[in-house]
């Protein structure tokens, strides 16, 4: 069974910083493709990063140079680090695993930065 569980989540003032994790079971981690999505109130699922099986990154814009992905193969966990957090950063932050034929999520994990 696949389970992928986010943590990290939480209420941070403008310009702060959280790290959330995505601890992924029931796959070998290391051949997928990880990945963050956000989902704000009454808007579409987005993109947040991407990082390949071989450590390849890449951001949406809105994040470049804010959010760094990053993945320990060995402890089949995925990060995201953020920092310089915005008010337009809230959201929930879905953990996403991803391969030819096969796609899941995590739960997701609530982010709230106040102004």
């Known amino acids: 069974q696949v389970q992928l569980v986010e943590s990290g989540g939480g209420l941070v003032q403008a310009g702060g910083s959280l790290r959330l994790s995505c601890a992924a079971s029931g796959i070998i981690f290391s051949i997928h493709a990880m990945g963050w999505y956000r989902q704000a109130p009454g808007k579409q699922r987005e993109l947040v990063s991407v990082i390949t099986s071989g450590g390849s990154a890449s951001y949406a814009d809105s994040v470049k140079g804010r959010f760094t992905i990053s993945r320990d193969n060995a402890k089949n966990t995925v990060y995201l680090q953020m920092n310089s957090l915005q008010p337009e950063d809230t959201a929930a932050y879905y953990c996403?695993?991803?391969?030819?034929?096969?796609?899941?999520w995590g739960q997701g994990t609530q982010v709230t930065v106040s102004s």
């Open positions: 996403n695993a991803r391969r030819a034929g096969f796609n899941s």
